[in-house]
């Protein structure tokens, strides 16, 4: 089943096209890590799933509703500004999230915050670090117990203790509840880890969308002598030469000639291909 459906999906701002013509579909009870290059319309497909920002066009479904101007009631958003009061508590922070929520779980929120001892109740937002308020989001957004998760470049100002407490809290509720998360990241190991689905955007436009694994298996990386690439069989989707060696990431590979080699490649390989390749970089 589909967590979030869309369909021709397009955002404008002015002449600039965020996004375009995005159809896609995302599954449930998956942990899906959005990737692309700055720019390329993460935070905007997230703000429209959130039901922020309307389409130009197109739709986008969540768990089967239309979006039309709100977040979804089985849906939290953590964007990259986190949505806190300054001048409130920790206290007063939980009380107000909870006083506009249906479904609350402040026992949730309570656990989320267990392991983090030197954040006290009556300390103000102010006050806390930068790390600390993302930890103070995410704890608040996992008390409206969402079916699905999402999550706009969460960890950017974590270290790397903070970050494995922060994974380690959503894949707990992802294991126990069956929760979704979407999750956009700059971190490509970090998602390797965690990430069963991929879905890749680049200038507005969707170049994967799919099982982790699958895709790596539909992928190959050959290794052979420089030529025109009459050697290689398949989609190539970008190709380096060094020399008298050339690398070429291909996309459903036929039987390599003599003189080549291939291996699976890694995420973080396949994904800077993709994105040189729409760059024109070689």
Not at 41 to 52: D, E, H, I, N, Y
Not at 129 to 158: H, I
Not at 180 to 191: D, N
């Amino acid at each position: 089943m589909s967590v979030l459906r869309t369909t021709g999906l397009s955002k404008n701002y002015g002449r600039k096209q965020a996004l375009r013509d995005c159809t896609v579909e995302l599954p449930e009870g998956k942990v899906i890590g959005l990737v692309g290059a700055n720019g390329g319309g993460k935070s905007t497909f997230l703000g429209l799933a959130a039901g922020l920002i309307r389409p130009s066009a197109g739709q986008m479904r969540v768990f089967g509703d239309e979006v039309r101007g709100r977040l979804h009631p089985d849906a939290a958003y953590l964007p990259q500004h986190r949505p806190l009061y300054k001048d409130f508590t920790i206290a007063e922070m939980i009380r107000t999230v909870g006083a506009v929520n249906q479904r609350w779980a402040p026992e949730r929120v309570e656990e989320a915050l267990a392991a983090h001892p030197e954040m006290d109740r009556n300390s103000r937002v102010s006050s806390l670090s930068q790390g600390m308020r993302t930890q103070l989001a995410l704890a608040l957004s996992l008390g409206r117990l969402p079916k699905l998760l999402l999550l706009d470049e969460p960890m950017s100002d974590l270290d790397p203790l903070a970050r494995e407490d922060f994974l380690r809290l959503v894949m707990t509720d992802v294991a126990e509840r069956g929760m979704t998360v979407v999750l956009s990241s700059h971190s490509l190991g970090e998602l390797r880890d965690v990430c069963d689905h991929l879905m890749l955007l680049h200038a507005g436009q969707v170049l994967l969308n799919g099982d982790v694994e699958e895709i790596l298996d539909d992928h190959l990386d050959v290794i052979g002598p420089a030529d025109d690439g009459s050697s290689v069989t398949g989609t190539v989707i970008h190709t380096r030469r060094t020399g008298r060696q050339q690398r070429s990431l291909v996309r459903t590979p036929g039987s390599l000639a003599a003189g080549w080699e291939g291996q699976r490649p890694e995420l973080e390989g396949l994904v800077t291909d993709y994105l040189r390749a729409r760059q024109g970089s070689r």
